[in-house]
């Protein structure tokens, strides 16, 4: 595990320039995505690193993290439709292929299937990036998920739902969605955990330092042999985050 503090102020830009400069060397690259309050300020800098030509997403694959289930189709909190209004929306040539998890589907079992089989086709994930939830989820994978769980449908804390009505604008409360498991994630080749904001310090606190376990979700990603933890400095308490990294 690897953890980068930035500044508050520029670590938008920080996460951006790193990502566009992974597009530059792979720009083939078969990425995984979230949605939500903590990228948004980095795909505003990603947006116009690529409209200054620095990158493209031209030669992506695109995999959402995860989606809601049980609100309409073009309700603001859809994860669909965040990325389009916070990235896709903003670039001339989108990625060559953007996969969703398919919640509207009339068997969601065999839609998450066909899921984990697209991510197997694509050849695997090369870089993910995810957020993390102030009860220490990770994609929807709340508290009590395991390692070995794959994209499945699941039931969502009041926490989460409460979240997506506070904060992504939701129209109705969303009781479930269809997420990435743990296992998915970690077979993905490089992780990148997104984490800012002082509301994150004390989740981000037990991600690195408590024990590893489903109690806390993202505490499994630990196992990863190419985890980078990106913080910024209201987020991430400096004497902690050094310990963790030794
Ligand atoms: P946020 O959500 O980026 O909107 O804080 C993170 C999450 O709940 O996974």
Same mark, same amino acid.
């Given at each position: 595990m690897r953890i980068e503090v930035s500044p =508050? +102020? *520029?670590? $938008?830009? %920080?996460? +951006? !320039?790193?990502?566009? $400069? #992974?597009? #530059?060397? %792979?720009?083939?690259? *078969? /990425?995984? @995505?979230? =949605?939500?309050? *903590?990228? #948004?300020? !980095?795909? %505003?800098? !990603?947006?116009?690193?690529?409209?200054?030509?620095? $990158?493209? /997403? $031209?030669?992506?694959? @695109?995999? @959402? @993290?995860?989606?809601?289930g049980g609100i309409p189709i073009d309700d603001p909190a859809r994860c669909a439709r965040m990325i389009a209004t916070d990235l896709l929306d903003h670039v001339e040539n989108g990625p060559r292929r953007v996969h969703v998890p398919d919640v509207d589907a009339s068997d969601v079992a065999a839609a998450c299937e066909a899921y984990e089989d697209a991510i197997a086709a694509a050849g695997g994930i090369d870089l993910a990036l995810l957020g993390l939830g102030a009860n220490g989820h990770v994609g929807m994978n709340e508290p009590g998920s395991a390692a070995d769980t794959y994209t499945r449908a699941v039931r969502l804390h009041a926490t989460t739902a409460e979240h997506a009505t506070r904060s992504y604008g939701a129209s109705v409360s969303p009781a479930w969605g269809v997420t990435m498991g743990i296992g998915t994630i970690l077979e993905a080749r490089t992780l990148w955990l997104l984490v800012s904001g002082r509301h994150k310090?004390? !989740?981000l606190t037990r991600v690195l330092r408590g024990p590893i376990g489903p109690e806390v979700p993202a505490s499994l990603l630990r196992g990863h042999d190419d985890l980078v933890v990106h913080a910024d400095d209201d987020a991430a308490d400096l004497r902690t985050t050094v310990n963790a990294g030794e």
């Open positions: =508050t +102020a *520029t670590w $938008a830009d %920080q996460v +951006a !320039v790193r990502l566009l $400069a #992974r597009l #530059r060397e %792979q720009p083939n690259l *078969t /990425l995984c @995505l979230p =949605t939500g309050a *903590t990228p #948004r300020p !980095v795909y %505003q800098r !990603v947006v116009g690193g690529i409209r200054a030509g620095e $990158a493209s /997403l $031209a030669g992506v694959e @695109l995999f @959402l @993290l995860d989606e809601f310090r004390k !989740v």
